[in-house]
């Protein structure tokens, strides 16, 4: 009889989860882990953890497991927490649910899992695990959810080899739909609960004041680049687009380069408390009225606290063909698939959650590794994942430079 240990959220998705194992026969105990608890911090009541707590411990007793709270907020703030702050100063955007798996629920919690003596972690997550057999050993495959609304592989990107032998993701071939009739078939307290949003275990925050907790407020202006000058920016990085499928490594290169700008390439707008407080592709918080498309963040200065913006969602200043990740930052999750310098392999990648995949191509080489996509993509951000795959299956991740 196999022990697994399930993160028991006090959401529907890993209730659901601890039930199916236990009616598939495994040893089940449930765990909730605190991971936040500083009040000096504006969060909204949507999802307190007070009351995901005694959730988790409602199930628990229904379901007739073991329920034990353990406090994980000082990694979380270590490993998540401080690294947002650092990222935001930085100008970078960081994705703290990526971070989340791979430094909390999937190191951290799954060492404790494994000292409480479980052979399995499980979570709710909407995504399949399949196994394969390569040179007579066995390899993991991270796929995704049967859910295409669901389907949450680009979060669980940065997983290893070793964290896969050891998860289940009992929820993972079904549908949403299904998951919420069999909590009310079984009449568990979160049935109907709404899906948690905002930051990972944190729930719901403005961002603008949660960075304000260790990010001071510090005036710069606003500047709009017209469609026209981030066009000739383009134009005078890339003076002629290559065919995506027979690029060259030196072409490549240039598509990720981004344009630079300065304030004499548009004119002042308004003005704002802060860049790091903002992202690429950011439309709300600009309070600048009166054009004749809406504002878009294009670029952000936090050396010189200035925010490039431009008008319109197709403005040429959000759109790059292609963007690097370091050597370092290169992550395969099928270690049998690692391209070797100078090899190109065509893939499918995705840059942020729930966006449709995109037909793409990778090039390694010996810095790292080059993305280029067979479209331009918008808002590309430097310190968010591209993640790469092969139809249904999640090969690697990277954080993008």
Known sequence: MKTVVVGLSGGVDSS????????????????????????????????PWLDDSNDAML???????????????VEYKDRI??????????????????????EIKFDVFMKIALELGADFVATGHYCQKGEIEVDGKPV???????????????????????????????????????????????????ADKKDSQGLCFIGKVRLPDFLQQQ??????????????????????????QIDSVAISAAAVSVLAEKPKYTITDGKVVGKHQGAHYFTKGQRKGLAVGGTAEPLFVIDTDVEENIIYTG????????????????ESEIHYIREDLRL?????????????????????????????????????????????????YDGAECLGSGVIS
Request: glycine residues 6%; hydrophobic residues 35%; contains cysteine.
């Open 16 to 47: 659901v989860s601890a039930y199916l194992l236990k009616e598939a026969g495994y040893n089940v105990i449930g765990l909730f882990m605190k991971n936040w608890h500083d009040d000096s911090v504006t969060i909204s009541d949507d999802c």
């Open 59 to 73: 199930v628990a007793e229904k379901l007739g497991i073991p329920f034990q709270t353990v406090d994980l907020s």
């Open 81 to 102: 927490v401080d690294y947002m702050f650092r990222e935001y100063e930085m100008g970078r955007t960081p994705n703290p649910d990526v971070l989340c798996n791979r």
């Open 140 to 190: 993991f495959q991270l796929k995704a959810g049967a859910d295409d609304n669901k389907d949450q592989s680009y979060f669980l990107c940065q997983l290893s080899q070793e964290q896969l032998a050891k998860t289940l993701f009992p929820i993972g071939s079904l549908q949403k739909s299904e998951v919420r009739k069999i909590a009310k078939e079984q009449n568990l307290v979160t």
């Open 215 to 240: 990010l001071k407020p510090k005036e710069g202006v606003i500047v709009e680049i017209s469609a026209a000058k981030a066009q000739e920016k383009l134009d005078s990085i890339q003076e002629e």
């Open 311 to 326: 008008q319109g969602k197709d403005h040429p200043g959000l759109l790059r063909s292609a963007l690097f990740v370091q």
């Open 340 to 388: 070797e310098n100078g090899e190109i392999r065509e893939v499918e990648a995705r840059i942020r959650y729930r966006q449709p995949l995109q037909k793409a191509w990778l090039h390694k080489e010996n810095s790292g590794l080059y993305v280029s996509f067979d479209e331009p993509q918008a808002a590309i951000s430097e310190g968010q994942f591209v993640a790469w």
